[in-house]
């Protein structure tokens, strides 16, 4: 067995026994674990009670952080003529049409968030295989595919935060950076639980949020009481 390294046995003794915690307290432990040299991102992940191979239970969505993710978001935008000026205007990294399908196709994506005009989507349509299973397709019910591309690139470079279920019902996100304060951290996670919370799709059965768990990029995870997160 591998020997562990001495930040890692003493994250380990700082978790130990400690599960089913108040948002304020899973922020702190996790954030004052989180003792790497680089600035590690707080992630959130949720179980929940749903079966995502049927429509109706299918969970997605979109939030705004409060105080943002502290990451550096990169945004690309398929539109032409003056949607596209407006994009590249309201902070756009890549702006394009044919152009940035035959980028994506060549197998060069150096993006985080793509949008796109609903005029621009039978080029986009192409990309599906691509781009889907990297959860970057535009989709109008989050707001990626719209004419409104201003608002939906600086909504994405403000700390807009897209979930989705995956398989096994579960919904992870990064929620921050463990340099921000911890009264930002956990306004952060709250607006995170709320959403997803109202986001329950009319197909779920039986409890819906199931578990909630903090880490930190290199760190442990810690559980977070369920009941108290969600009513909080």
């Given at each position: 067995?591998?020997?562990?390294?001495?930040?890692?046995?003493?994250?380990?003794?700082?978790?130990?026994?400690?599960?089913?915690?108040?948002?304020?307290?899973?922020?702190?432990?996790?954030?004052?674990?989180?003792?790497?040299?680089?600035?590690?991102?707080?992630?959130?992940?949720?179980?929940?009670?749903?079966?995502?191979?049927?429509?109706?239970?299918?969970?997605?969505?979109?939030?705004?952080?409060?105080?943002?993710?502290?990451?550096?978001?990169?945004?690309?935008?398929?539109?032409?003529?003056?949607?596209?000026?407006?994009?590249?205007?309201?902070?756009?990294?890549?702006?394009?049409?044919e152009d940035l399908m035959e980028t994506i196709q060549g197998g060069t994506i150096e993006f985080d968030r793509c949008i796109a005009t609903p005029d621009m989507m039978?080029?986009?349509?192409?990309?599906?295989?691509?781009?889907?299973?990297?959860?970057?397709?535009?989709?109008?019910?989050?707001?990626?595919?719209?004419?409104?591309?201003?608002?939906?690139?600086?909504?994405?470079?403000?700390?807009?935060?897209?979930?989705?279920?995956?398989?096994?019902?579960?919904?992870?996100?990064?929620?921050?950076?463990?340099?921000?304060?911890?009264?930002?951290?956990?306004?952060?996670?709250?607006?995170?639980?709320?959403?997803?919370?109202?986001?329950?799709?009319?197909?779920?059965?039986?409890?819906?949020?199931?578990?909630?768990?903090?880490?930190?990029?290199?760190?442990?995870?810690?559980?977070?009481?369920?009941?108290?997160?969600?009513?909080?």
């Open positions: 067995m591998a020997k562990l390294g001495k930040r890692t046995r003493a994250a380990r003794d700082a978790f130990a026994g400690k599960s089913n915690l108040t948002v304020e307290e899973a922020v702190a432990l996790v954030k004052a674990n989180a003792a790497t040299k680089f600035d590690e991102t707080i992630d959130i992940a949720m179980n929940l009670g749903v079966d995502t191979r049927h429509a109706d239970q299918m969970v997605r969505g979109v939030v705004g952080l409060p105080n943002g993710t502290g990451k550096t978001m990169r945004v690309a935008v398929f539109a032409r003529g003056p949607k596209a000026e407006e994009a590249q205007a309201a902070g756009a990294d890549i702006v394009g049409a039978p080029v986009v349509g192409r990309l599906g295989k691509i781009l889907g299973p990297r959860n970057l397709m535009p989709n109008p019910k989050v707001g990626t595919v719209t004419m409104d591309v201003k608002t939906a690139v600086e909504a994405a470079k403000g700390g807009e935060v897209q979930f989705k279920a995956e398989k096994g019902g579960v919904v992870h996100a990064g929620v921050g950076k463990a340099s921000f304060d911890e009264a930002k951290l956990v306004e952060n996670v709250r607006a995170f639980i709320s959403a997803v919370s109202k986001a329950k799709p009319a197909g779920a059965k039986g409890t819906y949020m199931k578990k909630i768990a903090l880490s930190s990029t290199m760190g442990p995870g810690v559980t977070l009481d369920v009941d108290g997160a969600v009513s909080e």
